[in-house]
């Protein structure tokens, strides 16, 4: 079975400042998909960014980067130079590749606020 | 190029009444999603198509609840009868394929409030 876990429930940051928001895993597929969802205050779901776990360098989307360390299992978001239009719920989610894997497993979500 | 596209919205319904929702996703993309958002926690999927095929269903309710893919592309969410607990965000997705690096892209949801 595949869980997602993001521990940090809420945070606040800094306009301008890099924000971190951390995502833990666990899986037995040895090949598997990351995924990062922004959801702001208006539902829909805005897909960020990517990582494969064959994938020998680090995603990066502009400002959205991942720290992804796979001996750890943790695929952290890294926002840079945070704005205010980042002010959202932010889901970490992940596919294996096998047959029962095929669905998108999310985490319970981390949300920012952007401080002016 | 349009993204996935539901409605309705929002929608207010008494307890033991019928609703239904609907979604048409990505011009191109054969698989589809139903995923269920309750408050405060991250989707979790209903049913999964592929064209009009449903090949993954095992976390649907199916006393109550029921879905189509007619001609495998838009897609209908049925909940009959809506009972209190039924109150959330229901969210479409959709995907060119179902490998691991497909990206699912989701529509803006369709809040539903059983009274």
């Known amino acids: 079975a595949q869980k997602i876990t993001q521990t940090q429930p809420g945070m606040f940051v800094q306009e301008k400042e890099a924000v971190t928001l951390d995502c833990t895993y666990d899986t037995s597929d040895p090949s598997y998909g990351l995924f990062w969802y922004k959801q702001p205050s208006s539902g829909e779901m805005i897909f960020l960014i990517y990582?494969?776990?064959?994938?020998?360098q680090n995603a990066t989307e502009g400002r959205y980067s991942l720290n992804f360390q796979k001996a750890r299992k943790s695929a952290n978001l890294v926002i840079s130079a945070s704005q205010l239009g980042d002010s959202a719920m932010y889901f970490c989610a992940m596919r294996g590749a096998g047959a029962a894997g095929n669905k998108l497993t999310f985490g319970g979500g981390t949300r920012v606020l952007v401080k002016p | 190029e349009a993204g996935v596209v539901q409605s309705p919205r929002y929608k207010i319904i008494e307890k033991k009444q019928p609703v239904a929702f609907w979604c048409n996703p990505i011009?191109?993309?054969?698989?589809l999603y139903w995923y269920l958002q309750n408050l405060g926690q991250g989707p979790e999927l209903l049913i999964r198509y592929e064209n009009e095929e449903a090949v993954d269903d095992s976390q649907l309710p199916k006393d109550r609840f029921s879905a189509e893919r007619l001609k495998g592309v838009d897609s209908t969410l049925k909940i009959q009868p809506a009972e209190l607990g039924d109150s959330a965000v229901y969210l479409c997705?959709?995907?060119?394929?179902?490998?691991?690096?497909?990206?699912?892209?989701f529509g803006p949801g369709t809040r539903l409030l059983v009274l």
């Open positions: 997705a959709s995907s060119l394929g179902t490998g691991k690096e497909e990206t699912q892209y």
């Open positions: 011009s191109g993309h054969n698989t």
């Open positions: 990582q494969g776990s064959y994938d020998q």
